[in-house]
């Protein structure tokens, strides 16, 4: 087995995709992963999922990966634009399975430094991973508001409002907590008739039936 089989492996890139080659220099304490399509292999559509051929290839992207032992790794690769049969319109850029759409980081790197902020602050896992915070705070925002999303207030009965300040005498929060779990379930910035009525829609989105709070 090479080098390349076994980081192709365990990569675990999906089907159509290959290790091409990899770069390597200790000195620079990096490794570079590039990947690559797999000649006329096809992939979902971006769009509606239909296996659609590749129509061509993007700029060459990099994404941040679990480390390699002590080594920084980056994969390399150019994601294909597909022709769907089915949906008309320009070629689509596919969506790999190792990254979000728009994130540099791939979805392992992502899993890890969630992991890591569970347990620390934002800044202080920056420093950990050798990034800067500003490029994790996206990371930690994209999963929260996911989190929140699948979040169901169809049950909430009894709710409890605090408001605070953010910082000593800057802008208001509101805090609203389902009562009988004990579990926050929205915070709006203000603390007016504004700030109410933002939690209603909050509630509503989520399922929650103001009228029987
Ligand atoms: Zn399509």
Redesign the pocket.
Same mark, same amino acid.
């Given at each position: 087995m090479t080098e390349t089989d076994l980081l192709q492996m365990a990569l675990n890139l999906g089907m159509g995709w290959k290790v091409d080659h990899v770069e390597f220099n200790p000195d620079d304490k990096e490794l570079h992963i590039f990947i690559s399509t797999v000649k006329g292999s096809k992939f979902e #559509?971006?769009?509606?999922?239909?296996p659609?051929t590749v129509y061509d290839h993007g700029r060459e992207r990099k994404w941040r990966h679990l480390n390699f032992f002590q080594y920084e790794a980056y994969l390399h690769a150019k994601l294909p634009r597909?022709d769907?049969?089915? #949906?008309n319109g320009s070629p689509?850029t596919i969506k790999p399975n190792w990254a979000r759409e728009r994130s540099g980081f791939s979805v392992y790197f992502e899993a890890f430094v969630i992991l890591l902020m569970k347990a620390m602050p934002v800044k202080k896992v920056a420093n950990l991973v050798d990034e800067h915070d500003t490029t994790l705070w996206p990371i930690l925002h994209h999963y929260v508001e996911e989190a929140r999303e699948r979040e169901d207030y169809s049950d909430v009965k009894h709710v409890g409002l605090d408001e605070t300040s953010r910082k000593k005498g800057h802008k208001y929060v509101s805090i609203f907590m389902d009562l009988d779990k004990r579990k926050v379930i929205s915070v709006t910035e203000g603390k007016d008739q504004h700030t109410l009525k933002d939690f209603k829609h909050d509630l509503m989105v989520h399922g929650g039936h103001p009228d029987t709070i």
């Open positions: #559509c971006a769009t509606c999922g239909n659609s597909t769907c049969s089915k #949906c689509k």
